[in-house]
């Protein structure tokens, strides 16, 4: 059929594009693919937010949001993401089968959607193209299957942040080809496989926040591609096995805090010269920080605090270090360290209960600017902190409880960016400043402060905040006189 000859060139190619069944169909994804998807919207019971708004049938299935079509007219990959900082920005509901109609699927990630529930998602077997499964921050439950084994074709399998509970079972060793395993954030239980060991491509190890007994496992040095390895939060025992030394060349990150771990720091950390954080706190460490320490010229973050580990503690040669905690041992550092001192760029320094005996003022730091964190208590720290806290932008949170601080609490500085102020048991005099009103948590208590408690910050903190100083009146303490 000829179109009429009066048809202007951009009308004539309309009328081509509409009478043209294939042109017509080349913009439609699978009709399979349709229906698994929208199959999947159907099962969601909430969406506050729209996420999946676009999600219409009889439109193209590859233009909606999070969804990616790169074989021919096949969904390939869904991605679904709330936003945390939005408390809209999530779905209820469960992750329906139908999603098993996308037989060209090779990546799911639902990511951060708070509300979906359910028990592992059976689908995930029928899927044969399969190799990237990121299911994350959701609250899923019951126990992994016994059969996880025969996802073999997946290369990142990432469960973190579910309620998953029962042990990770010994058909894991089955998923050769995986590089990430991540299953953190749950309630899982017993000891960690064995079978791991065959995984030999993995680069991230994370079973942190469980509640996974017995040992840290001897074989972990075999795997020649760990860069990161985390196994926090757990009731792991004993000592950090030899054979860990073997991940020296690869380990960027290595995290074991809050455990049940004993016996001394190791001497082969030394080794680790690819290590930008390591976090043993919260064990039974105890003996002295190896001299090795000081070839950790790369390390950004370390956190040896709430162990036994006691003087002396190694000179470190680190060019920049972001986050420091030793705090809670048996440390009598007298002062700052220097190399902490002399860092261009540090975030958060804690220091609790190591023994430093400084006034305040003879702590010259060379960059204050970026500081989130200080937390100098309970030390024997005097002086005044106003100088520093003048000289910062973005601290969130300022703790020095039980030191000898003596300043004039109404002429500190309060930084906008502050939620955070501790300087109870200490010497401090004057009033309590308005600007304290904007923090999240305050405690002044048991100092020599007097005069009337802002409204505002009277009705915001407990008395627990103001107890315990010579002449503070108002609420939420008794009324003042006169």
Wanted: charged share 20%.
């Amino acid at each position: 059929m000829k179109p009429p000859p009066s048809l202007t060139l951009p009308l004539l190619l309309l009328f081509l594009i509409f009478r043209s069944p294939n042109l017509a169909s080349a913009a439609s994804c699978h009709p399979d693919d349709e229906a698994g998807l929208l199959g999947f919207k159907s099962a969601i019971t909430a969406d506050p937010s729209g996420i999946l708004a676009s999600w219409k049938p009889g439109t193209d299935c590859c233009a909606w949001h999070g969804v990616t079509c790169l074989s021919d007219d096949r969904v390939t990959s869904v991605w679904v993401s709330g936003d945390p900082d939005r408390p809209a920005a999530y779905l209820s509901g469960t992750i329906s089968p139908s999603l098993s109609k996308l037989q060209d699927l090779d990546g799911i990630y639902l990511l951060d959607l708070r509300n979906i529930s359910g028990r592992f998602p059976d689908l995930l077997f029928r899927l044969p193209k399969l190799k990237f499964v990121y299911i994350e921050n959701n609250k899923l439950s019951g126990q992994l299957p016994a059969a996880i084994g025969k996802l073999a074709g997946v290369q990142a399998l990432s469960l973190e942040g579910n309620e998953f509970t029962g042990p990770i079972p010994g058909s894991i060793s089955e998923l050769t080809q995986l590089t990430q395993l991540k299953l953190g954030g749950n309630s899982l239980s017993g000891a960690i496989p064995d079978g791991i060991r065959r995984l030999k491509n993995l680069t991230v190890l994370s079973l942190a926040r469980n509640r996974l007994t017995g040992p840290v496992p001897d074989y972990l040095g075999s795997l020649p591609y760990l860069r990161i390895l985390r196994l926090s939060n757990n009731k792991l025992s004993g000592e950090i096995p030899a054979t860990v030394s073997g991940l020296a060349p690869t380990l960027a990150y290595l995290e074991l805090g809050h455990n049940a771990l004993t016996g001394q720091i190791p001497d082969f950390f030394g080794n680790f010269r690819a290590l930008d954080t390591l976090d043993l706190s919260s064990n039974q460490f105890h003996g002295v920080v190896p001299k090795s320490f000081a070839n950790l010229t790369k390390i950004f973050n370390l956190d040896l605090s709430r162990n036994v580990l006691v003087d002396p503690f190694p000179q470190m040669y680190v060019k920049g270090i972001e986050s420091l905690d030793l705090s809670h041992n048996l440390f009598k550092l007298g002062q700052i360290p220097s190399w902490v001192t002399s860092s261009p760029i540090i975030y958060s320094l804690k220091l609790a209960k190591c023994g430093i005996k400084m006034r305040m003022e003879d702590w010259k730091p060379k960059e204050t600017y970026f500081y989130d964190y200080i937390d100098l208590s309970e030390n024997q720290i005097s002086g005044s902190p106003a100088g520093l806290l003048n000289r910062t932008e973005f601290l969130v949170g300022f703790g020095a409880a039980g030191n000898k601080l003596r300043f004039d609490m109404g002429a500190l500085r309060i930084p906008k960016t502050m939620k955070q102020l501790d300087v109870s048991r200490n010497l401090v005099y004057g009033q309590v400043p308005e600007a304290v009103s904007s923090l999240e948590s305050l405690n002044v208590s048991y100092n020599h402060l007097c005069g009337k408690i802002p409204d505002a910050a009277g009705k915001k903190f407990a008395a627990t905040s103001f107890a315990g100083n010579d002449c503070l009146c108002g609420p939420p303490l008794g009324p003042c006189k006169g």
